[in-house]
């Protein structure tokens, strides 16, 4: 009698060990589904962050590579190889009719490598005057400019501030006078318009 009593209170025991074990399990089990779950979490919102990083970069290479112009709210006004008394040739670029003191920007991102006073080198009828240089072996200028924001050796991205319009120099009124180059200096300019246009820009 005293033996079977025994053998009952033994298999009660072992039970409960068993049941401890299994729930310790589950809680386990828990523990580690919770940690799946928050590892999962962070890796989407890890590769949320690098998707919006990636369109970011791209949108910032994309506005890098193209061109704009370099006013905002103009009217084109004299155009380039228009013949008339103002020049002692014919017009060597696109005029954009603009108030004095409007917001001049790189047309695309380069080197300034002209910057002053008498067309920055170009002659007095400029005005005050910028040269840049592109990567690409083209030149922009923008003339008749009333302040000047910029250095020779700035490097300068595509749509930054360069200057403000004016009516400096050869100036019949406010306006901004702007060129596409194949170097530097006068007398290489070609259809300032014609080129933009190619490069996607409305003009």
Known sequence: MFQRVTSRKSRTTQLRTRAAVLVAG???????????????????????????????????????????????????????????????????????????????????????????????????????????????????QYAHLSRIDVRIGQVVATGQHIALSGSTGNSSGPHLHFEIRTTPNYGSAVNPVAFLRAKGVKV
């Open 26 to 140: 589950l809680g386990a089990s828990a523990v580690l589904g919770s940690g799946v779950a928050s590892a999962a979490e962070a890796t989407s919102a890890t590769s949320a962050v690098a998707a919006v990083e990636a369109k970011t970069a791209a949108v910032a290479k994309k506005k890098a590579a193209g061109w704009v112009t370099p006013v905002k709210h103009y009217k084109l006004s004299a155009s380039f190889n228009q013949a008339g008394g103002m020049w002692s040739h014919r017009h060597s670029g696109q005029d954009y009719a603009v108030p004095t003191g409007t917001n001049v920007v790189a047309a695309h991102g380069g080197t300034v490598v002209k910057a002053g006073g008498n067309g920055a080198g170009d002659g007095p009828a400029y005005g005050n005057a910028i040269v840049i240089k592109h990567g690409n072996g083209t030149y922009s």
